[in-house]
């Protein structure tokens, strides 16, 4: 199993540009979720899934949209990308909803985005 | 509200030396506990997490961490850190229901002189 993976790993962009990053796990687990990374501010929550089909706004969710169009894969999008948004940026999936409580996050290995 | 406090940003000990790590949470059910390590570059790996029973809870790497409840605290202990040890270290609450999202802590920036 590879876990969860994260593509690209770095991206660099413009202001104004918009850019997609992906994840993907193989683990079959129904919760995924997007998080940054800032120093000093340990990680915070963008968005997160529940299931196929279903997203919902985490604590920092402005600026960024996700779709769980399938079970495996949860897409974070910037629209257009601003230098606030430099960032590393983790995905993470878990089993949480399959057993009715918050379960471990396995995390990705992380993006790497900077804005210019 | 919802939150994590890791009062020490940054801890330096000596390789063989104890270690530990504090972790104070703010919930207002009963907490799920979890303790991440992130070693430079790399994303985040599970240490140990506490759910119910014993609340001494055991950990890979050596790890161990108590629940106090009457502290509201979870910290992280190891009786000798070894120069791999050296990582950023999270600490992280959530609620016993699906819908319950992750709080992470800051983290705590861990360094070990050899």
């Known amino acids: 199993n590879a876990g969860v993976t994260q593509t690209p790993k770095f991206r660099v962009l413009k202001t104004g540009q918009s850019m997609t990053l992906l994840c993907a796990q193989d683990?079959?687990?129904?919760?995924m979720y997007w998080y940054r990374q800032d120093p000093g501010m340990g990680l915070r929550l963008i968005h997160y899934?529940?299931?196929?089909?279903?997203?919902a706004k985490g604590e920092v969710p402005d600026g960024y949209n996700v779709s769980r169009l399938k079970k495996q894969n949860f897409l974070l999008g910037l629209e257009s990308a601003a230098p606030s948004q430099t960032s590393v940026y983790f995905c993470?999936?878990?089993?949480?909803?399959?057993?009715?409580?918050?379960?471990?996050?396995?995390f990705g290995p992380g993006t790497r985005l900077t804005v210019l | 509200a919802q939150s994590v406090t890791q009062p020490d940003i940054h801890i330096t000990v000596s390789e063989g030396a104890s270690l530990e790590l504090r972790c104070n949470y703010s919930?207002?059910?009963?907490?799920?506990l979890f303790w991440y390590v992130q070693s430079p570059g790399q994303g985040l790996q599970l240490l140990l997490k506490y759910f119910s029973g014993d609340t001494l809870v055991q950990g890979i790497k050596g790890f161990e961490a108590e629940f106090k409840r009457s502290q509201s605290s979870f910290n992280l202990r190891k009786p000798s850190v070894h120069w791999s040890d050296a990582a950023e270290y999270f600490c992280?609450?959530?609620?016993?229901?699906?819908?319950?999202?992750?709080?992470f802590g800051p983290g705590t920036s861990l360094s070990v002189i050899p």
């Open positions: 992280a609450v959530g609620g016993k229901t699906s819908y319950d999202k992750v709080i």
């Open positions: 683990m079959n687990h129904e919760y």
């Open positions: 919930y207002g059910a009963t907490p799920y």
């Open positions: 993470a999936s878990s089993y949480s909803f399959q057993r009715g409580s918050t379960d471990t996050q396995y």
């Open positions: 899934s529940v299931g196929e089909g279903t997203t």
